[in-house]
């Protein structure tokens, strides 16, 4: 079954402690995406990839980290977490910038 | 920066009625797609639009893409309860500098009443 799966998919943490949300793929999609989703605002774009080892800042990248090692994952990292990354994420995957399989959402709240 | 506005906002309309969303853009663009999300979960893609095309049909949608008001609009004829969603439109951008980016209007929600 074609999916885009996220973990994990619900998470309490303090200000200041590291974490890593997983995106993973089995679509051989080239592009990946991470969006923030916030109430009244929509989606917003973080990071994306283009392919394996080449990523390039959305619209909010500001205390995010991404990587891309391979081309099935697209791991999402906050290094310093504050109350204001509170937040749904959502993950996403495509052949390119279009069509996008999402994943099902990851409710980050920091304390 | 919000490239893609939502009108309206929200919408309430009968079981079978036709309902029609817009969304403006602000640049130019590759594509436009639209995607709907049920409460708090992830989005699922509908259809999607190229600058090049006008209308595009699928089952019960229709979209339309004007790219010289830069402006789309979603119908859902014959509207039914498991409609009842957010709808989003998202653009890709046209740009050197912006081909991959993605920008996300803030949404329509749409209610069915029965």
């Known amino acids: 079954e074609a999916q885009v799966t996220q973990n994990p998919r619900y998470l309490i943490t303090v200000t200041g402690k590291k974490l890593t949300v997983t995106c993973s793929q089995n679509?051989?999609?080239?592009?990946m995406s991470w969006y923030r989703q916030d109430p009244g605002l929509g989606l917003r774009q973080i990071y994306y990839s283009m392919n394996v080892e080449v990523t390039d800042k959305g619209d909010v990248p500001e205390g995010y980290k991404v990587s891309r090692k391979e081309k099935r994952n697209f791991p999402l990292i906050l290094e310093s977490p504050s109350p204001n990354q509170t937040s749904l994420y959502f993950c996403?995957?495509?052949?390119?910038?279009?069509?996008?399989?999402f994943g099902p959402g990851t409710r980050l709240t920091v304390t | 920066s919000q490239q893609g506005e939502e009108d309206p906002q929200a919408l309430s309309i009968q079981e079978g009625e036709n309902a029609t969303m817009n969304c403006s853009y602000k640049t130019s663009i590759n594509n436009l797609q639209w995607y709907r999300q049920n409460s708090g979960r992830g989005l699922v893609h509908l259809i999607l639009?190229?600058?090049?095309?006008r209308e595009k049909h699928s089952g019960r949608l229709r979209v339309t893409l004007d790219t010289s008001k830069k402006s789309s609009s979603l119908l859902i004829t014959a509207s039914r309860a498991a409609d009842t969603a957010s709808y989003f439109c998202?653009?890709?951008?046209?740009?050197?500098?912006?081909?991959?980016?993605?920008?996300f209007g803030s949404g329509t929600r749409l209610s069915i009443r029965p």
């Open positions: 639009i190229r600058s090049n095309e």
């Open positions: 998202a653009t890709a951008g046209g740009g050197c500098s912006s081909a991959s980016k993605i920008i």
């Open positions: 679509m051989n999609h080239e592009y």
């Open positions: 996403a995957s495509s052949v390119s910038p279009g069509e996008q399989y």
